[in-house]
């Protein structure tokens, strides 16, 4: 009989732990733990952590990776891990086993993360809270995963991460890991899959050996997510130029995890973009004015938040999750070294296959139809924000039902509304308004038509004085009247918390 | 909009409009607007259509190693 060993010890300890688990049973050298990558890794997180360790541990990804490489090598590759389990330092033992102190054990669970035996590159498949960090005040994408830890059901909420082993997976097909790992948790058109189902999609188009892995090219990631079910698309910056920052903060404040290729001269390297720093820590008045529109003399200054100056969420195999980088700057948190200096060269989307007009197309329909005298004269402010995104018509409705600052009448007409699966939505706002996370009017576009006819995608287009909407072939112009209403924010998790 | 869920529309929207100032939008055209609109779109639409083919060829010279 195999007997699971576990320990629950502060987060300072745990490295010392690590260090003897890793000699005694990988037969690793002496301090094998303490001179790998694991002590930036804790070091990222909060000093008052508990840690629960658990030993040995069947992770999925590994022994995926174990049985159709390692386990074919000559030396000897142990097949377990090691698990550890992040909690708030409110718990004791005894939490595991009183019915009681379940909702206490679950609140203060902060995910976990597995430790492999692939010196010097240990750190494996992770779902850790933003909370357990340091650093946590962004808002990203996140996905709830159930595990068992000590025998009882929780649930980590983050965003998938693993380190590369850098012989059955290195950055490029991690990314694609962690992008089917978050969706295949979250919805069920998708499936999580396993290293060796992501060299089995791409078998087809490789013309050399798979493995030890060379990486991949941006066209295989893109076909990897095409064969796993998304309707994929790729922007390059040596097209898009300036534009491609957009299309970034577009997708990202869409809730969509993007695939960002990053290079410079020496290396080339993917990550995955998930989120960006709050909405209130955005600095919109320093924000360079994006377009003006014009009306009868009036000059009115738009301020595409996609410009202004923040940080985003990455998800890099060489880090800890959630590093927080500029766009022109995505590899700042490396410091010195062959990683300075490099520029995202391309991103890959995931789009739900369905979703048939893409982003440039989304915001070239909005900004000329913002331009148009009979909306234009309707523009109640001379400086506005315009702030573009995706989400489902079903979560654009619960926000409106739910707002208190939209009065009935006005929710009655909004909800009324037939919504496609999938709609862009501009709302617009002003720099005072958006810091209180409020917006004056909104643009709504049908996803789901290709943008041929550009008019046939506007759904409607609601402002404080004015709504129009689009039926049999003509704009329709209604009397309206609208206080502002709560910004749309339920795409990404933490514009909401304290903190 | 769907026939049914427009008379729970035009219901509203009758609500709010009788709250609302009325606001005469001068030259308002709004079949000759829609047909404007897609003509100015149309052009927009191709070029960004070309880009975006472009871009897919464009970004698939980038290999990932790292």
């Not at chain 1, 300890?13 to 890794?41: H, M, Q």
């Not at chain 1, 377009?291 to 060489?318: C, H, M, P, S, T």
């Amino acid at each position: 009989m195999k007997v699971l060993h576990t320990t629950l010890l502060p987060i300072h300890e745990l490295l010392l732990e690590l260090d003897e688990i890793c000699e005694e049973t990988y037969r690793f050298p002496t301090n094998a733990a303490s001179k790998s990558k694991i002590v930036g890794y804790l070091g990222s997180l909060r000093d008052d952590l508990l840690a629960y360790v658990e030993y040995p541990y069947v992770d999925k990804v590994y022994r995926n990776s174990f049985y159709s490489f390692f386990s074919t090598k000559h030396r000897d590759y142990d097949r377990d891990c090691i698990r550890v389990s992040l909690f708030e330092n409110t718990i004791s033992k005894e939490h595991f086993r009183k019915p009681e102190l379940q909702t206490a054990l679950s609140k203060a669970f902060l995910g976990f993360v597995v430790v492999r035996p692939t010196m010097p590159k240990l750190i494996g498949r992770s779902v850790i809270s933003p909370t357990a960090f340091k650093r946590s005040r962004f808002a990203n994408c996140s996905v709830n995963i159930e595990c068992s830890v000590n025998g009882v059901r929780l649930i980590s909420s983050g965003f998938p991460h693993s380190s590369q082993d850098s012989e059955t997976i290195k950055c490029a097909e991690t990314t694609v890991w962690e992008i089917m790992e978050y969706y295949g948790n979250k919805y069920p058109d998708y499936s999580p899959v396993l290293p060796s189902i992501i060299i089995a999609a791409l078998s087809g188009e490789s013309y050399e050996r798979q493995l030890p892995t060379k990486g991949l090219s941006v066209e295989e990631i893109s076909h990897a997510l095409k064969v796993f079910g998304f309707g994929v698309i790729v922007y390059a910056r040596s097209i898009y130029k300036e534009d491609l920052k957009r299309l970034f903060y577009t997708y990202v404040e869409s809730g969509i995890p993007v695939i960002a290729a990053i290079k410079n001269n020496d290396v080339s390297h993917a990550v995955v973009a998930i989120g960006r720093t709050r909405v209130v820590d955005d600095k919109i008045e320093a924000s360079p004015v994006s377009f003006v529109v014009q009306d009868q003399g009036r000059k009115i200054e738009i301020l595409d938040v996609a410009d202004a100056d923040r940080e985003y969420v990455l998800v890099d195999d060489n880090f800890p999750p959630y590093q927080l980088a500029k766009y022109d700057d995505p590899t700042a948190y490396y410091g010195a070294g062959k990683f300075q200096k490099c520029d995202l060269h391309a991103i890959v989307v995931p789009l739900y296959h369905r979703i048939y007009l893409e982003g440039s197309k989304a915001r070239s329909l909005i900004t000329n139809l913002l331009s148009y005298s009979f909306v234009t004269m309707f523009l109640p402010f001379e400086r506005i924000t315009l702030r573009m995104f995706l989400t489902t018509g079903r979560s654009f409705k619960h926000k409106i039902a739910l707002d208190p600052a939209i009065k009935e009448d006005v929710k009655e007409m909004f909800l009324s509304i037939l919504l496609p699966k999938f709609v862009w939505v501009a709302e617009l706002s002003t720099p005072e308004l958006y810091s209180r996370k409020m917006a004056f009017g909104v643009v709504v576009l049908d996803a789901t038509e290709s943008g041929g006819n550009g008019a046939d995608s506007v759904i409607f287009v609601a402002l404080p004085e004015h709504f129009f909407h689009v039926e049999r072939g003509k704009f329709v112009p209604i009397d309206f009247v609208m206080e502002p209403f709560s910004m749309h924010l339920s795409n990404l998790r933490g514009d909401n918390n304290n903190g | 909009m769907a026939k049914k869920s427009q008379n729970r529309f035009e219901l509203a929207a009758e609500l709010v409009a009788s709250r609302a100032r009325k606001i005469e939008i001068p030259n308002f055209d709004d079949s000759r607007l829609y047909e404007e609109f897609n003509t100015q779109m149309r052009p927009i639409q191709s070029e960004l259509e070309k880009k975006l083919s472009d871009s897919t060829e464009e970004a698939s010279k980038i290999r990932i190693s790292s």
